[in-house]
């Protein structure tokens, strides 16, 4: 693995033909000690944000020990790369050959549910254990998120508490758990599920064990400036107080994106000029998914060595022979830009690494380690690039 300084200097060194990966440690590092200090409960890193073996290593050094993962692949992949690490198999649908592999060989004793037919399917595959942990997911709005998940899982409101009490009598620790959607952009998106909690446990007259208010935690994009983090702490933890839960309940939270985004970004070339359209060397089958399925902009960056002149809003066009392969943008480039120059993309730590295939033969890429800073970072208060160059052009 290559390790410079930066992204400019790798172009400089190595002018790359494929797609590189740039990785920062000290990015997610940095974040992972921010959770680890000052989230007032319990930190999962949701391993399918980012699956990254070296990214495991990284958040465990840096003080995260439990880990959400949400299929068998997880669970092993965790177990194999961290053997102490402490798995929760939060996925509220899971084959039952999963549960059984996950409890009697891996060792998980957490997993989470949303229906009936989950909770006895659990029962069956761990014997009737006892000491499980069993959080029951309710549903919740995605209101206030940029990506909504209120669709696919949760408790229906009319059999949440019939749940709670049958989940209450099979488990060690009862749970609640919810997940306000990816990006949530107001820390009021929790206080509003928590109020849902809150109305859960009085109508099913349950002691509740854990609470825990999932993803959603946010990153800075482009259009997407999110309060600070320390915020949505406040709030989470203001509301977890005033619930009516056991005296040593536990408060977790399971953040993805939050502590991976800021740790890869990407170097691409451009193949081609069309107009306003820009053909590069990866895309929406490799780490730009969320660019093309849903309109995700990412902040960017011309790596060249001469002054830019003014800014034109470019879409670009990935590398397979599908129409499909396009990410609209806009991204602001300097209007001279051509086929031959290099761009960094940021924020690609979370989820980039983990939608790539290999469609077309596309997607052989280097991944190199760079000790600058990310383009775009909640932990630094950077909402703008510092140059790493006098001379390299950026815009966000």
């Known amino acids: 693995m290559h390790e410079h300084h930066s992204a400019l200097g790798l172009v400089r060194d190595l002018k790359p033909v494929e797609p590189v990966t740039l990785v920062r440690p000290h990015a997610a590092r940095r974040a992972a000690r921010f959770f680890a200090d000052h989230f007032p409960g319990k930190t999962l890193y949701a391993v399918k944000a980012n699956p990254s073996s070296d990214l495991l290593r990284v958040l465990w050094d840096s003080g995260v020990t439990h880990y959400d993962v949400a299929s068998i692949a997880e669970v092993r ?19 039952e050959e999963a549960i059984s592999e996950a409890y009697w060989k891996h060792g998980v004793r957490t997993f989470s549910l949303d229906t009936m037919d ?10 009737g254990a006892s000491d499980l942990n069993l959080l029951v997911r309710i549903r919740v709005s995605s209101d206030h998120s940029k990506l909504s998940l209120a669709a696919k899982f949760g408790a229906e409101p009319d059999d949440v508490a019939e749940l ?30 928590l109020e849902r909690v809150r109305a859960a446990i009085v109508e099913a007259s349950v002691t509740v064990d854990i609470v ?27 509301g977890f107080e005033s619930l009516p839960i056991s005296y040593s309940a536990e408060l977790w939270c399971e953040p993805g994106r ?18 306003d359209e820009l053909y590069i060397n990866d895309g929406a089958y490799g780490a730009l998914f969320d660019a093309a399925h849903v309109g995700w902009r990412f902040p960017v960056a011309l790596l060249r060595e001469s002054e ?27 209007d001279d830009i051509d086929a031959g120059d290099y761009i960094e993309i940021g924020m690609l730590g979370a989820y980039g690494c983990a939608m790539r295939t290999r469609f077309n033969g596309f997607g052989a890429e280097d991944v190199a380690v760079v000790s600058d800073e990310p383009m775009v970072s909640l932990y630094t208060g950077q909402t703008a690039s510092e140059k790493r160059s006098a001379t390299v052009t950026k815009l966000y």
Do not use: N, W
């Open 308 to 334: 830019a002149g003014s800014m034109t809003a470019f879409s670009f066009y990935g590398p397979t022979c599908d129409d499909l392969d396009h990410m609209a943008g806009p991204f602001l480039l300097p």
């Open 164 to 193: 709670l009490v049958a989940a209450r009598q099979a488990s060690d620790a009862l749970g609640i758990c919810f997940h306000v959607g990816s990006q949530a952009m107001t820390p009021h998106a929790y206080s509003s599920a």
């Open 212 to 238: 825990d208010v999932g993803g959603g935690f946010p990153s800075s994009y482009p259009g997407m400036e999110p309060p600070p983090l320390a915020t949505y702490f406040d709030v989470i933890h203001r």
């Open 118 to 127: 989950e909770l006895e399917k659990i029962v069956r595959a761990t014997e």
């Open 258 to 275: 939050a502590l991976c985004a800021e740790y890869s970004s990407l170097i691409v070339r451009v193949e081609k000029r069309r107009g």
């Open 77 to 95: 992949l965790v177990a194999r790369t961290l053997p102490e690490a402490v798995l929760c198999f939060m996925h509220p649908v899971k084959a």
